[in-house]
């Protein structure tokens, strides 16, 4: 069955008929634009061979376009009212399963063992803008096998996980991301594509995981939390910023003297450092 969701009519339509009343708490925003979902779809580039893995189908609009692609699908929706629906929407589709869960609760890694033999798997969403970061981040650094994350997220947190240094949103979340995988913004989306209208821009981001991380640190968790320091306190410099981590605790002759060895001049602000630089002033760090 072609996906015939996806425009104001047919979503209106099955609003009415279950009286389904939106949920500003879990981010229902759905998406009403079928131009929108052929990009999503062609950039997370789906094949008949793909198990996907999408959060938060709400009406299932999304849910049938990956289903025509994909071999199977298994959609995770948080929200007890749209499981009618969705078991409607769906009723044609064999290769989905829905689970009525919360996605931050669900065990990943083994739906990736059940259904795609434990092999980097597909995930694909329009995400609930207020859990983006969690999500994101749980499905890096849990031990889930994942192939791409291909999601519609705020246009601010598409620009922060994709730029580099010398740009006033890099922070720790490009970083982290970039550690992972390699961004690329699909297309920005409107407001209007949209039921009921978001107050802020979109963008659909493809997250292509790195099968090596691109750079070498002996201490991962160590590296973040020199991260987090250094944009804590965004206008003092790198040494200050490490100095007053609660979440470290070298000494001030130790910051010094690893800034120094790593070639930095002494007044330098941790948003100039690139991930390399990170890594290299992390392994500075090490015990010797
Ligand atoms: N995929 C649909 C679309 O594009 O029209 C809906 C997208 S809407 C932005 C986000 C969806 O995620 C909603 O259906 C919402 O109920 C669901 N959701 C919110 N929090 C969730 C959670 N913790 N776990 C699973 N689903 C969640």
Redesign the pocket.
């Known amino acids: 069955t072609a996906p015939y ?1 996806g425009n104001p009519k047919r ?1 209106i339509e099955v609003l009415q008929k279950y009286d389904f009343v939106f ?1 500003k708490k ?7 634009d079928t131009h929108v ?1 052929d990009k999503i779809i062609s950039a997370a580039e789906i094949t008949k061979e793909d198990f996907v893995l ?10 049938q376009y990956l289903a025509c692609a994909a071999r199977e699908v298994v959609a ?4 007890k009212a ?1 499981i009618p629906i969705l078991e409607d929407t769906l009723q044609d589709y064999s290769n989905v399963t829905v689970l009525n ?6 065990d990943i890694k083994k739906l990736a063992d059940e259904h795609n033999n434990g092999k980097p798997i597909k995930v694909v ?7 983006t970061t969690p ?1 994101i981040m749980g499905l890096f650094e849990g031990d889930v096998p994942i192939e791409s994350i291909t999601v ?1 997220v705020q246009k601010e947190v598409a620009d922060r996980m994709q730029v580099g240094p010398g740009t006033k949103e890099y922070g720790a979340l490009s970083l982290a991301v970039q550690y992972y995988a390699e961004p690329y913004i699909v297309a920005n989306v409107p407001p209007n594509c ?1 039921m009921p209208r978001p107050k802020v821009g979109s963008a659909v981001i493809r997250l292509t995981k790195h099968a090596e991380p691109p750079v070498e640190v002996f201490d991962t968790k160590l590296m973040f939390r020199i991260i987090r320091a250094s944009f804590n306190q965004r206008r003092k410099t790198l040494a200050n910023g490490l100095n007053n981590s609660p979440e470290l605790s070298f000494g001030k002759e130790e910051i010094q003297r690893a800034i120094k060895a790593c070639g930095f001049p002494e007044g330098i602000r941790g948003e100039a450092l690139t991930l390399e630089e990170f890594a290299a002033l992390t392994n500075e760090f090490k015990s010797k």
């Open positions: 969701l979503t949920q879990f981010g229902q925003n759905f998406l009403i979902l999408e959060i938060g189908p709400g009406i299932g609009t999304m849910t995770v929706e948080i929200d749209l869960e919360d996605i931050l609760k669900v969403a329009n995400l609930p803008y207020y859990i999500i519609m949209f």
